[in-house]
């Protein structure tokens, strides 16, 4: 089959919607269908199989940063992209986001999936898009939502109803990688690790370092370590008194994190909200 997978958020930004899209297209391309990705990138690196549809803008969303494209280019890039695809079903992340995902269930004649993925109790920008977008909505075939909360979302603000398919993780490489040493474990003294992004606040940083106290109180021994993009100077300075027990490590390569993680005692995401999973 030809498939046409539709990004909403920038490729060049790591994130949850992206890497579940990469996953995807890379698991259907190994199953031998021809897949093509259409996502926000100002990256001369790109895949072969994947095609920018131009440069984003940052835009506050749901207690993050969401990189999309939202101009006139962006839309005419989208019409060019299905248009020599010619593709056998199209399958668009976030269609009610406004970015290439929602002008491409606008644009496709194709057969239509769409999923979703976001956890909001109130959005007045959902609202707004929502009667829109609704023509447009009822032509999707196939609806999956990737949790309950992605469903209840999908419920609460647009209608209809979605099968929930959980996001796919590739566990090959987390079960082959080798821990680094000064990141293991050692000498029964337990390593806990926190990784995502350290400046925004859902992630719940705030959260893991008020518990570091109280561990180190229980189990003296115990190392922290803490990956991530962002600097979290006050959450820095208050943890600096731990000395070696707590180390900040910064943003780290794929690789890294699977390492992280073979040497770690437990893994902690202490998430506050706005996640659907």
């Known amino acids: 089959m030809r498939i046409g997978i539709v990004n909403p958020y920038s490729w060049d ?6 890497f579940h899209i990469r996953d995807l297209a890379l698991k259907l391309r190994s199953r031998g269908h021809d897949v093509r990705v259409l996502s926000p990138s100002s990256s001369s690196g790109l895949p ?5 549809a131009g440069s ?4 506050p969303f749901n207690g993050s940063v969401a990189n999309i494209s939202i101009n006139p280019a962006a839309f005419a890039r989208t019409r060019r992209w ?3 695809g010619d593709f056998d079903v199209v399958h668009v992340h976030e269609p009610v986001v406004p970015s290439v995902s929602m002008a491409a269930t606008i644009l496709s004649g194709a057969p239509l999936v769409a999923t979703f993925h976001a956890a909001l109790t109130r959005s007045l920008s959902r609202s707004i898009a929502s009667a829109p977008m609704r023509p447009y909505m009822e032509r999707i075939a196939v609806r999956i939502a ?10 609460e603000h647009h209608g209809g109803d979605a099968v929930i398919i959980p996001n796919g993780v590739d566990t090959a490489s987390f ?8 990141w293991r474990a050692r000498d029964g003294a337990p390593v806990v690790v926190f990784l995502g992004r350290l400046d925004e606040p859902r992630k719940g940083l705030p959260v893991f370092a008020d518990a570091i106290p109280r561990v180190l109180e229980a189990i003296p021994g115990a190392r922290f370590l803490i990956a991530g993009r962002g600097e ?7 943890l600096a008194r731990f000395g070696d027990s707590v180390q900040f490590l910064g ?8 390492s992280l993680l073979a040497g770690a005692s437990a893994y902690v995401a202490p998430q506050t909200g706005g996640e659907s999973f």
Do not use: C, N, Y
Request: proline share 8%.
């Open 251 to 258: 943003g780290i390569s794929d690789p890294e994190k699977e």
């Open 175 to 182: 079960r082959g990688a080798e821990p680094i040493e000064p």
């Open 82 to 84: 299905l248009a020599d």
């Open 232 to 238: 979290a100077e006050a959450i820095r300075s208050g």
């Open 48 to 52: 072969e199989w994947v095609t920018s």
């Open 56 to 59: 984003s803008v940052s835009v």
């Open 13 to 18: 930004v790591p994130g949850g919607v992206g």
């Open 146 to 155: 990737v949790s309950s909360e992605a469903r209840r979302t999908l419920i």
